[in-house]
């Protein structure tokens, strides 16, 4: 398990698995304009109802995409990559190509403070009490990513 694992589980711990929203602030324009700076075809959305992530799509290409979901308040992200097909999109986290495409971006988040937590990380199980909390599942991607 790695230290950021265990931090988000101490957290989740802490606040008996419920959500916490993002603190209001700017930050996330100041990464979005330093994202556009490296790759133009990067699209925001600030959090939803729920307010835990935010994300960034960024198209690579035609026939792939990228999705990074940040929190700030944890200061931490998720790179999800996906191949696109028409209005299908079939997630590819074990693709290289992809991970290697991302590289920069990710690189650029790191230099920016985040850390990076990995798809195989972030499906780890938590409590299942965070079902009755409305989660779709009880994973650490849904309890930090789910609304993104």
Same mark, same amino acid.
């Given at each position: 398990?790695?230290?950021?694992? #265990?931090?988000?589980?101490?957290?989740?711990?802490?606040?008996?698995?419920? @959500?916490?929203?993002? /603190? @209001?602030? #700017? &930050?996330?324009q100041?990464?979005?304009?330093?994202?556009?700076?490296?790759? @133009?075809h990067?699209?925001?959305? @600030? /959090?939803?109802?729920?307010?835990?992530?935010?994300?960034? !799509?960024?198209?690579?290409?035609?026939d792939? $995409?990228?999705?990074?979901?940040?929190?700030?308040?944890?200061?931490?992200?998720?790179?999800?990559?996906? %191949?696109? *097909?028409?209005?299908? %999109?079939?997630?590819?986290?074990?693709?290289? %190509?992809? $991970? !290697? *495409?991302? #590289? /920069?971006?990710?690189?650029?988040?790191?230099?920016?403070g985040?850390r &990076?937590?990995?798809? &195989? &990380?972030a $499906?780890?199980?938590? *409590?299942?009490?965070?079902? !009755? %909390?409305?989660?779709?599942?009880?994973?650490?991607? !849904?309890?930090?990513?789910? *609304? #993104?």
């Amino acid at each position: 398990m790695t230290a950021v694992l #265990a931090q988000l589980q101490a957290f989740a711990h802490e606040h008996d698995y419920l @959500p916490q929203a993002d /603190p @209001p602030n #700017a &930050e996330w324009q100041i990464v979005l304009d330093i994202l556009k700076r490296h790759e @133009p075809h990067i699209r925001a959305y @600030p /959090p939803g109802n729920d307010l835990y992530a935010h994300r960034f !799509a960024i198209a690579l290409g035609h026939d792939a $995409r990228a999705d990074l979901l940040i929190r700030f308040d944890l200061r931490i992200y998720v790179a999800l990559a996906y %191949h696109v *097909s028409d209005t299908l %999109h079939q997630l590819a986290v074990d693709d290289l %190509h992809l $991970r !290697a *495409s991302t #590289a /920069p971006l990710r690189a650029l988040l790191d230099r920016h403070g985040l850390r &990076e937590l990995a798809f &195989e &990380e972030a $499906r780890t199980t938590l *409590s299942e009490r965070m079902l !009755a %909390h409305g989660f779709i599942d009880t994973t650490v991607l !849904a309890y930090f990513f789910e *609304s #993104a």
